[in-house]
Each structure stands twice: as structure tokens, then as C-alpha cells.
């Protein structure tokens, strides 16, 4: 897995109104915040990414997530 920093190419903006946990949407430019190791991945990843607790997993276009309640939706912009 690539240990990537996404927060060094990216500007991360909450979504507004905040989704629910059982419904996350899902896109080219949302990511998920862990809210336990504050790690950030693509909604859709296509390469292997994990956070580091583990709540987060993705590959192949889609993610598993643990503990819904400690994942927050933010849309990704190019500094």
C-alpha cells in the first residue's frame, strides 16, 4: 500500500450538511476522514489504501468501513 499524505496535494472541505453515517456519498473528489487516526482516503480507491487503525479499507473502487460513526465526508481540491 502507498503511504501517501493526501493532505500535501489536497484542500479538504467538510460536506455541508453533514451526511449520515449509513449513508456516505460517494465520488471522484469525496474522501473519508477517519476520525481516529485523522488518515484521509478516496471514497472510490482504485489501488490499495488503509488507514492506520484499520477502520478505513479500499481497493478496486470501493471501501470498507468499520465504525461508520468515526468516518467524516470531505470533498478533496487541489491546492
Not at 472541505?13 to 449520515?20: R, S
Not at 490499495?48 to 479500499?58: E, H, I, R, T, Y
Amino acid at each position: 500500500m502507498l503511504n501517501i499524505d493526501l493532505r500535501k496535494i489536497y484542500k479538504f472541505y467538510p460536506i455541508e450538511p453533514a451526511p449520515a453515517a449509513g449513508a456516505l456519498p460517494t465520488g471522484g473528489d469525496v474522501y473519508y476522514e477517519c476520525l481516529d487516526c485523522t488518515a484521509i482516503i478516496n471514497s472510490m480507491p482504485h489501488i490499495p489504501s488503509a488507514c492506520v487503525c484499520g477502520n478505513l479499507q479500499g481497493n478496486g473502487g470501493k471501501v470498507e468501513i468499520k465504525l461508520e460513526e468515526r468516518v467524516r465526508a470531505v470533498k478533496g481540491k487541489l491546492k
